[in-house]
Structures are given as C-alpha cells and as structure tokens.
T-cell receptor, first 113, second 114 residues
Framework: EPEVTQTPSHQVTQMGQEVILRCVPI?????FYWYRQILGQKVEFLVS????????KSEIFDDQFSVERPDGSNFTLKIRSTKLEDSAMYFC???????????FGPGTRLLVL | QKEVEQNSGPLSVPEGAIASLNCTYS??????FFWYRQYSGKSPELIMS????GDKEDGRFTAQLNKASQYVSLLIRDSQPSDSATYLC??????????????FGAGTRLAVHP
C-alpha cells in the first residue's frame, strides 16, 4: 500500500541554523500539507500546497518557513533560522482530492538546541 | 476561531468492553470528519472517515455523526490492549479558494486494561 515517507526521522540542530525537512507524498496525490505537533499538544496545520503554489498558511507559517516541490516527487519544508520553539514533530500529509482523507507520513522529530 | 473539543481522558476500559469517544466541533460548514489513532511518538493513522449524518461501521469501529448537534463519536467494540492510544478527532475547515485543512482536537487517551 502506498505511503507518505519523510526524511530524516530525527533532526537535531542549533538555534539559528537552517533545516530542510523532506517528504515524498503518495504518487497520485495532488494536495500536500505540513502539520506540526509540539510535545503534548494538538496537531496544528502549517501550510497547504496545490498546483505548485501555497493555497493556505497558518499564522505559525511566518517568513522563516517556506515550502517547495522541487521535482515531481519531493515536497520540502524549510525553516530558515530555527528557534527553540520550533522543536516539534513535523508531519507531511497528502490527499488525492480536496475533501478526501489526508494520509500522514511518519514525521520528523526536530529538536532545536 | 474554529475549534474541535475532546475529553482528554484517560478513558480506561476493560478488555472486551465498548469504548466510547466523543468530539464536538464549532464550524457548521465542516463536511468531512475523521478519527485518527496516534500511538506515542508516532504519526496519526486513519481509523474512520464520515461525511453524512448517521452511523458508519468498519469492523470493530463505528463512527457516528450528528451535524445538527455538531457532534462526532467513535465506538470501539471488543476493546483490545492494542487499542490503547490517543484518538484524535479531525474536522475539515474550508478557506478561500475552496481548499481545506484539518482542525484537530487535543485527543482522548484510551487505556484498555486486561
């Protein structure tokens, strides 16, 4: 069964460093998302992406964040200058249709020191 | 602010019993409703989706939706220790352009004891 994959599974970085989190959505899916979950808190929406552009972003997704689909398979989230409060699990999700089920990848645990 | 509310639990049930999980949501425009299961340190895993009022059954799981009351529930029959996890209720929320995102509740922690 097709799955969303994410790399790396864990990332430790120093405050102020740039990180890139990578995702490979399910191949026939058209809508892509990033969510994050701070330890012990809710899963929060960050950004959605469709037709090679951002369709919506939350207030969390400020100028330090960017997303890209550099080729036909990868979907990346970049944090330009990480802060301590960026420490969280970051989940990529994809769906074939706008209202359909979103399938989540295994997540990247980001720790900013 | 669109919200999804769940009791945090823990909900403790004996093995073989029925576990009942509840969720309310604030956005009357929501049309798609999902239950995800999340084990500690793992990603959300889809259990059920429901789109219309009434019940939807899939194996040991039954989702119930009442749009008038803005209420979604999940019943787990014959609960097993492996069902012990946090259950997340998620509701779609539309924004401009007709796109949607998921709004999650904080989750209900279920503990099934032998």
């Amino acid at each position: 069964e097709p799955e969303v994959t994410q790399t790396p599974s864990h990332q430790v970085t120093q405050m102020g460093q740039e990180v890139i989190l990578r995702c490979v959505p399910i191949s026939n899916h058209l809508y892509f998302y990033w969510y994050r979950q701070i330890l012990g808190q809710k899963v929060e929406f960050l950004v959605s992406f469709y037709n090679n552009e951002i369709s919506e972003k939350s207030e969390i997704f400020d100028d330090q964040f960017s997303v890209e689909r550099p080729d036909g398979s990868n979907f990346t989230l970049k944090i330009r200058s990480t802060k301590l409060e960026d420490s969280a699990m970051y989940f990529c999700a994809s769906t074939v249709g706008n209202q359909e089920t979103q399938y989540f990848g295994p997540g990247t645990r980001l720790l900013v020191l | 602010q669109k919200e999804v509310e769940q009791n945090s639990g823990p909900l403790s049930v004996p093995e073989g019993a029925i576990a009942s999980l509840n969720c309310t949501y604030s956005d009357r425009g929501s049309q798609s409703f999902f239950w995800y299961r999340q084990y500690s340190g793992k990603s959300p895993e889809l259990i059920m989706s429901i789109y219309s009022n009434g019940d939807k059954e899939d194996g040991r799981f039954t989702a119930q939706l009442n749009k008038a009351s803005q209420y979604v529930s999940l019943l787990i029959r014959d609960s097993q220790p492996s069902d012990s996890a946090t259950y997340l209720c998620a509701v779609n929320s539309f924004f401009s352009g007709g796109y949607n995102k998921l709004i999650f509740g904080a989750g209900t922690r279920l503990a099934v004891h032998p």
